[in-house]
């Protein structure tokens, strides 16, 4: 999952240039969906924070801006899926009202414990582990628990997706 391109105009990548990108550094069964960077692919190599640097490597080197990634394996994406926290989830009508915000690391028990303290009802929020699950009943263009918002308060780098295209990439990402 790349960060934050596509978004108002800013670091324009066509899904084909990025599946290109992706065949170029020898990836194999790359499958884009919609245009915000999320890409499914099979590798050989198995260290996720090299083939991380490596994209990242290749998209700075092909646009010269940086993209933050974040590599989850098939398996991971199921469990993010199958541990949802909210019944809310399984209404489609609140398929973009629920949303994972995906970390690059654990923030500090310090960190989440003031974040707590920000979420305000209706919405909700709970971490878990490398994952942030949300509920924004008003939507998430409303909220202040933004991508940005929780990287700042959290001190690591993130990339927030909604429940359908959570829910996408983890059945893409096992066919």
């Keep these: 999952m790349l960060r934050g391109i596509n978004v108002g105009g800013q670091k324009k990548i066509k899904m084909a240039d990025l599946k290109a990108l992706y065949e170029g550094l020898g990836f194999e069964n790359i499958v884009t969906y919609i245009q915000s960077g999320n ?3 099979t590798a050989t190599a198995t ?3 090299c083939l991380r640097k490596a994209i990242e490597m290749a998209i700075e080197e092909k646009y010269t801006f940086h ?11 199921v469990e993010v899926v199958d541990a949802c926290p909210y019944e809310e989830a399984a209404v489609e009508d609140n398929a973009t009202k ?10 500090s ?3 989440q414990a003031l974040l707590s303290s920000y979420v305000k009802s209706p919405e909700r929020l709970i971490i878990q ?21 929780l990287e700042n308060k959290l001190g690591v780098l993130a990339t927030t997706r909604n429940w359908k295209s959570v829910k996408k990439l983890a059945e893409l990402s096992v066919e």
């Design 39 to 41: 890409v499914i692919f």
């Design 47 to 49: 260290d996720k924070e």
């Design 67 to 77: 993209v933050p990634v974040d590599i989850r394996t098939s398996q991971a994406l």
């Design 98 to 107: 629920v949303l994972v915000t995906f970390l690059q690391s654990i923030p």
């Design 109 to 111: 028990r310090q960190k």
């Design 129 to 149: 582990g490398s994952e942030v699950y949300l509920y924004c009943p008003n939507g998430y263009g409303k909220s202040k628990l933004t991508n940005t918002f």
